[in-house]
């Protein structure tokens, strides 16, 4: 179908800034939905919002723009000094807690760097209006225009695109406005992120909310589920939204979020080895995630299923190389030692 | 039957494509599809469709890029139907679509009487019932100003309580967790109300709180705006009383410096950035613009006044009978500013600087004696010369200011999203031993979420 193409970057998007051979390296920024949430309650998976740097195939990549990339550009800052560093930002979608950190990216205000912003146009408005809109007076001080970076914005077309050697490939999921899963097809491994889906049969299947549920209603739902699940099928690391407990779920239908046990689920039967819950609910404190990701456990595994399962957590780093997943921690002096099962716990 | 109508047929989905292509031509349509948007938009182009229906999410063009296109091309505007079709159902998407240029949305899978139905009366239009029922479904949003009754009991002891001390953006992790790393909010009980000041995330774990402090009673409380830059506002769609419909929530604040404040408020809720719009809220929320620089809350007489910041910002003075706050979140004093070499702005005649001095003077006048001053202090003073001019006062200049208004109790408050606890408590020793050199009694803290202070001077703190 869709050929892969190159998006007409013609900037330094697709220089690469890393070597080429190096594992895959993933760190999560901000793992949490809707709105930061600072505070002794989520200190461990932490209160930022939707952000996860990539590094692959000789690039940087960034998985959306929430509060969590304010600490990895002054992290990128700190590591790359003067030395010009050339990023890509691939936005899933501009509500609040996708963007709002971009004004806040020292990176974008050094003149040496480049930073290239990929995502699809919206409901609304361009990406690049809604961007700068968030800047404009009533809102922020500074505009878009005054930052020194070279800042490029690409609205993507196809769904399947490339950055330099890394084929991407994008997939719309159900969610209010136009929202995109992004599925990144590394040297090491496919990771996929899927930030915000709600699961369209459980949508369905829940009677008084003005849509149809018949059973024509609900086998249409399954195959759009299906897609998704095709979608993420085989993904050496998935990180995909699973921000409500069932409970919570039946007062939040139409919210365009899905519950952990759907995603759980669709995770299994596509095949994933490494599930990342993500875009955890305000609300919900350590213990809560931690309650959450014991369940999602004990699901796969009464599944039978060897999936492995955890709640995101920033700061936290993963290592996918040649499809094996390990964690690391950074200590000083660059070195780094894998985590064990007891740091996990 | 003049002539046979042409549809546009625009889906990816091939087995919903097939089924409206069938329906279509037992209806003696001629039908052409096209399975990505630009394909459709093509089609549209050199076809003149009577009708378009397409999905709202397709490759290399959307379902809103597209009816945006069709209305813009002269040929089509007035003269081609839109019906967009949708997976997901949600309101927002189809008053999205509808802004767009699509004359109708419809839920997916669709029903073939119901869709022959919608074509048949769209069809039957005249022109302009588009454009008419684009304006219905405008939001309708109330402006009138309510009474102020009292919501809490008077004898409740009056407190000020922070809820977002933090400037610029939500700080949350380990280096923050002291001081807190939610954006502007501060509540303020007092003269039986409930006074908010401001609506950053701060405002979303007061919500929770006030929720389950009321449970179904109803609540009254009145937000204040300082300004809209985004840590003032960002936590209102997270503030759970106004989703309630038996509360009255009411802003208050004052026009900005391009847009109204109505205006402002509910574009953060609009569609790109938010999935739940302001007229959906179903909380009796009203907005109301001042042009008086005072104005009253209940008992609590209240005094603003412009601070010195990028766009428009204003100061609070709230005066209770337990004493007085002020709330002068973002400001840098003008004769720092004025006084700097190579600033564009700089003063230079002695005219100018004597009105710099006035400015200043103004703001003395304004915080004379108050018993509690939270005030801008974002930078140290060796920070605040790298950023002369972006609005934002540094701890020196803000104890001096104190000292010379006769302030009793001075928070530091706006705190850089780079401080961590420690430069905090740093920033706060610095501002005692200032203090005390000067052989002053000035009590001196930093704001910090979650801290309660008492207002009732007499009394034991709460």
């Known amino acids: ?345 | 039957m003049s002539r046979v109508k042409t549809l546009v047929l625009v889906d990816e989905d091939l087995e919903q494509r097939s089924l409206v292509a069938d329906w279509m031509t037992q209806e003696g349509w001629r039908v052409l599809v096209a399975d990505d948007g630009e394909r459709g938009l093509e089609l549209a182009f050199q076809n003149r469709p009577e009708l378009i229906v397409c999905d709202l999410l397709m490759p290399r063009c959307n379902g809103f890029q597209l009816c945006r296109m069709v209305r813009k091309n002269p040929n089509l505007c007035d003269f081609t139907r839109i019906i967009v079709t949708t997976g997901g159902g949600y309101p927002t998407d189809r008053a999205n679509a509808i802004e767009a240029g699509a004359d109708e949305c419809l839920v997916k899978p669709l029903n073939r009487n119901h869709l022959i139905k919608c074509v048949r009366q769209l069809l039957g239009d005249s022109d302009t019932t588009r454009r008419m029922r684009v304006e219905k479904e405008l939001p309708d949003l109330r402006d009138s100003l309510p009474p102020f009754p009292p919501v809490i009991p008077l004898e409740q002891a009056p407190f000020l309580r922070f809820w977002g001390v933090r400037g610029s953006i939500p700080t949350p992790g380990p280096s923050t967790l002291k001081y807190g790393g939610n954006t502007a909010c501060i509540e303020v009980r007092a003269d039986g109300q409930i006074i908010i000041l401001d609506a950053g995330t701060g405002i979303a774990p007061l919500g929770a709180l006030l929720n389950k402090e009321f449970e179904s009673r109803p609540l009254c409380a009145t937000i204040l705006i300082s300004h809209t830059h985004w840590d003032h506002i960002q936590g209102f769609p997270f503030f759970e009383p106004a989703y309630k419909p038996e509360n009255l929530v009411r802003i208050i604040g004052f026009k900005g410096a391009q847009e109204g404040l109505r205006s402002t408020l509910s574009s953060q809720m609009e569609s790109p950035y938010f999935p739940i719009s302001m007229s959906e809220l179903p909380g009796n929320i009203a907005i109301v613009e001042m042009r008086d620089l005072k104005f009253s809350i209940g008992a609590v007489r209240v005094e603003a006044t412009y601070l010195n910041h990028p766009g428009l910002c204003i100061g609070y003075r709230l005066n209770t009978s337990a004493g007085s706050v002020a709330y002068l979140p973002d400001n840098e004093p003008y004769q720092r500013f004025k006084y700097h070499i190579g600033n564009p702005g700089q003063a230079t005649t002695p005219e100018a600087i004597e009105y710099a001095r006035r400015q200043d003077q103004r703001i003395v006048d304004f915080i004379q004696g108050v018993d509690v001053l939270v005030i801008d202090s974002q930078y140290d003073s060796i920070e605040y010369k790298s950023r002369i001019g972006w609005g934002h006062g540094c701890v020196d200049d803000v104890v001096a200011l104190a000292l010379s208004a006769k302030v009793k109790k001075l928070f530091l408050f706006h705190h850089d999203p780079r401080h961590d606890d420690a430069h905090i408590d740093s920033m706060v020793e610095w501002a005692r031993s200032f203090t005390r050199t000067l052989g002053e009694d000035l009590e001196v803290a930093a704001a910090q979420e979650g801290l309660m202070v008492s207002l009732a001077p007499a009394r034991a703190p709460v």
Not at chain 1, 185 to 212: I, M, S, W, Y
């Open chain 1, 1 to 345: 179908m869709d050929k892969p193409s190159q998006p007409d970057t013609g900037s330094s998007a697709g220089n690469n800034v890393l070597p080429l051979n190096g594992p895959t390296r993933l760190r999560f920024w901000g793992v949490r939905g809707s709105i930061p949430s600072p505070g002794w309650q989520t200190a461990r998976y932490g209160g930022n919002t939707s952000c996860v740097e990539v590094r692959t195939d000789g690039q940087i990549i960034v998985l959306d723009a929430g509060s969590g990339i304010r600490p990895l550009g002054l992290e990128l800052a700190r590591e790359f000094g003067q030395r010009p560093l050339a990023v890509t930002l691939l936005i899933t979608h501009t509500h609040w807690d996708h963007i709002q950190g971009f004004p806040f990216f020292v990176p974008a205000y050094q003149s040496q760097n480049s930073v290239t912003i990929l995502g699809y146009e919206g409901a609304r408005h361009g990406l690049e209006e809604t961007l700068s809109g968030q800047m404009e007076s009533p809102y922020f001080p500074i505009g878009l225009k005054e930052m020194p970076g070279n800042i490029m914005f690409r609205e993507l077309k196809d769904l399947n695109f490339s950055i330099g050697n890394l084929q991407v490939q994008a997939a719309y999921t159900n969610h209010p406005g136009v929202c995109v899963g992004y599925r990144l097809q590394t040297h090491d491994g496919v990771v996929t992120f899927v930030p915000d889906n709600e699961h369209f049969e459980r949508l369905r299947a829940q009677p008084g909310k003005g849509l149809c549920s018949s059973a024509e209603a609900i086998e249409y739902a399954r195959s759009r589920d299906q897609r998704i699940a095709e979608f993420v099928s085989g993904s050496d690391i998935l990180i995909m939204d699973s921000q409500y407990d069932e409970n919570e779920y039946s007062s939040h239908i139409g919210w365009g979020h899905s519950c952990a046990d759907d995603t759980v689920n669709l995770a299994i039967r596509a095949g994933v080895k490494h599930l990342f819950m993500f875009h955890h609910d305000p609300a919900h404190d350590d213990a809560k995630i931690r309650a959450m990701e014991k369940h999602a456990r004990e699901l796969a595994r009464s599944a039978g299923s060897r999936m492995r399962v955890e709640a995101a957590r920033e700061g936290r780093e993963v290592i996918l190389d040649g499809g094996k997943v390990r964690f690391v921690r950074a200590i000083r002096g660059g070195k780094e030692r894998e985590l064990t099962r007891r740091d996990n716990a």
